[in-house]
């Protein structure tokens, strides 16, 4: 069997993080293998450390890409948004949404590893990119309100209320309590704070 490219050996690289990102996000770090996530990739466990160091490193670099999946809706947004406080009002709505809730794969990585970034060590690696991930949302949300660049208390509690909101509605998925929480998040964000 031929040697892969590089270009085929990226590619590769990019299909084992995405699935990590996305077996992470729904079952948490301790509920996925790294067999598992090779196989997701459509790839064999015996290349995995060709692209990671450890499972540990996968996770890190995993939780990463989530976080900038979302960074990149943020930006899509905003982009086709008139203003900052309609780009606020849709991310909003959609972060806080059924839709949303029901797809932790694809979701808000900061709402899905909170719990395990939590039980990890105040040094580790996704600790580390788990900071950096919540830095980013706080600085890009605090961009769609009164004073872009700079973040003040009322977008931290808003970022708090948006994660925790998603949290709960996914942990009580199936009673109507769930649906509830995400409209009451949502109608106090999007009612209580003026944008402009």
């Known amino acids: ?45 015996g290349g995995f450390y060709r692209h990671f160091q450890s499972k540990e490193d996968l996770v890190a670099q995993a939780c990463a890409a989530a976080c900038e999946e979302m960074n990149q809706e943020r930006e899509r947004i905003r982009a086709v948004a008139p203003d900052a406080a309609s780009a606020r009002r849709t991310f909003l709505e959609r ?7 029901d797809a932790p794969s694809q979701g808000c990585g900061i709402a899905a590893l909170a719990g395990d970034v ?8 996704l600790r580390q ?12 949300l605090g961009d769609l309100g009164e004073r872009p660049g700079t973040v003040d208390d009322e977008t931290l509690v808003e970022v708090a209320l948006m994660a925790g909101a998603l949290m709960l509605s996914r ?26």
């Open 1 to 45: 069997m031929p040697r892969s490219t590089r270009a085929q050996a990226e590619s590769n690289r990019q299909d084992v993080l995405d699935a990590a990102a996305a077996l992470v996000r729904r079952r948490g770090v301790n509920g996925v293998t790294v067999p598992e996530v090779m196989s997701a990739a459509g790839l064999t466990h």
């Open 95 to 101: 972060y806080l949404s059924t839709k949303h809730r």
């Open 118 to 125: 939590a039980r990890t060590e105040a040094d580790s690696a």
């Open 129 to 140: 990119t788990y900071a950096k991930g919540l830095h980013d949302m706080v600085g890009q």
């Open 171 to 196: 942990a009580s998925d199936g009673d109507e309590l769930s649906e509830r929480i995400l409209e009451a998040a949502r109608n106090h964000l999007l009612n209580n704070r003026p944008v402009g």
